[in-house]
């Protein structure tokens, strides 16, 4: 099984939808993070999650919302999205620390119309 | 704004042929990652570096890290199809757990 299982693959929506993506980690690792990954522009870190807490927020607009129930789940609320905003977005997980190696999932392509 | 250039953005080469990716900033990194990410797919991580001109090497793939902690190197030894996707570097600057990630390479070897 994938250690890092993100759902949907692929979405569609349009910008007065309110959709949510999902991101599971069977590794047993104590962060999460959302990153977006355009075209062209380098993996953009959005969140960090660090045992359930919020560390890091890299002034995403709050049409994005993140949400970690516990330390294996990790959740993004999507709403009023925008053109620009269709990408890769992808979850990763690690154990927290220097150093520590980061398991991406194979991310959802989210496509706003 | 931290910044990690990767050069060259792509590449296409023979298969047998040897190539070096590069990965430049003017930040000093704590650590320092390379990732293969292939289409359809997250990024899979290669090596991690922390030491100021250490070298590793993973078969064919040899990576340096600077002796400033500023750069780093990926070398591949006669390249192969399966080599092919998007490399990708990421540092983490000291003090912090994230990492920041690279502009990009993306590497296409012809058969």
């Known amino acids: 099984e994938t250690g890092v299982t993100q759902t949907p693959r692929h979405l569609v929506m349009g910008m007065t939808n309110k959709k949510s993506l999902k991101c599971e980690q069977h590794?047993?690792?104590?962060?999460m993070y959302w990153y977006k990954q355009s075209a062209k522009k380098p993996l953009e870190l959005m969140f960090v999650?660090?045992?359930?807490?919020?560390?890091e927020n890299n002034s995403v607009p709050s049409r994005f919302s993140p949400e970690c129930p516990n330390s294996s789940h990790l959740f993004l609320h999507l709403h009023t999205l925008q053109p620009e905003d269709s990408a890769l977005y992808l979850c990763?997980?690690?154990?927290?620390?220097?150093?520590?190696?980061?398991?991406f999932g194979d991310g959802t392509r989210l496509s706003i119309l | 704004t931290q910044l990690l250039e990767q050069s060259p953005q792509f590449l296409s080469i023979q298969e047998g042929e040897n190539l070096t990716v590069y990965c430049n900033s003017s930040?000093?990194?704590?650590?320092l990652q390379w990732y293969r990410q292939e289409p359809g797919e997250g990024p899979v991580l290669l090596v991690t570096?922390?030491?100021?001109?250490e070298v590793k090497k993973l078969k064919r793939l040899t990576f340096q890290f600077g002796d400033a902690r500023k750069d780093s190197s990926l070398h591949i030894t006669a390249a192969q199809p399966g080599d092919t996707g998007l490399y990708l570097c990421?540092?983490?600057?000291?003090?912090?757990?994230?990492?920041?990630f690279g502009t990009g390479t993306r590497l296409k070897v012809l058969a």
């Open positions: 990763a997980s690690s154990q927290i620390g220097q150093a520590q190696p980061q398991h």
């Open positions: 590794l047993g690792h104590n962060a």
């Open positions: 999650y660090n045992f359930k807490e919020q560390t």
């Open positions: 930040s000093v990194f704590s650590s």
């Open positions: 570096v922390v030491t100021g001109g």
């Open positions: 990421a540092g983490s600057l000291s003090g912090t757990y994230k990492y920041i």
